[in-house]
């Protein structure tokens, strides 16, 4: 069973990609297990990707930024690395597998 996650206002959000990631037109919305296993799904209940494990895809995303922007990322704690991202990414789309990214870039 997964539970959709709120954004608490106190602490990080653990969550950093989340409003960034997509499927297709949908946003992925972070959701937990009762195993508190954190993952991203698609609202979609369709979708062949309906959930994508939060860490992994958090991985993928963070090495893709930091071999974009080695300079900026270098320091960037994790608890700063939602931040780092809003500042250059306006989406992130994921393709066929979850190594087909597609960045959408800020002016």
């Not at 994790?78 to 994921?94: N, P, T």
Request: hydrophobic fraction near 40%; charged fraction near 30%.
């Amino acid at each position: 069973m997964v539970t959709a996650q709120r954004r608490e206002e106190t602490g990080p959000d653990p969550y950093f990609l989340r409003g960034l990631l997509h499927c297709g037109e949908r946003r992925l919305v972070p959701v937990y297990s009762t195993k508190s296993i954190r993952y991203y799904a698609c609202t979609n209940l369709r979708c062949r990707r309906l959930l994508v494990l939060a860490e992994e895809i958090e991985q993928l995303v963070w090495t893709r930024y930091v071999q974009l922007n080695a300079g900026a990322a270098d320091g960037v704690c994790r608890d700063a690395r939602r931040d780092a991202l809003m500042r250059v990414v306006r989406r992130i789309s994921i393709g066929a597998s979850l190594n087909d990214l597609d960045f959408t870039w800020r002016d």
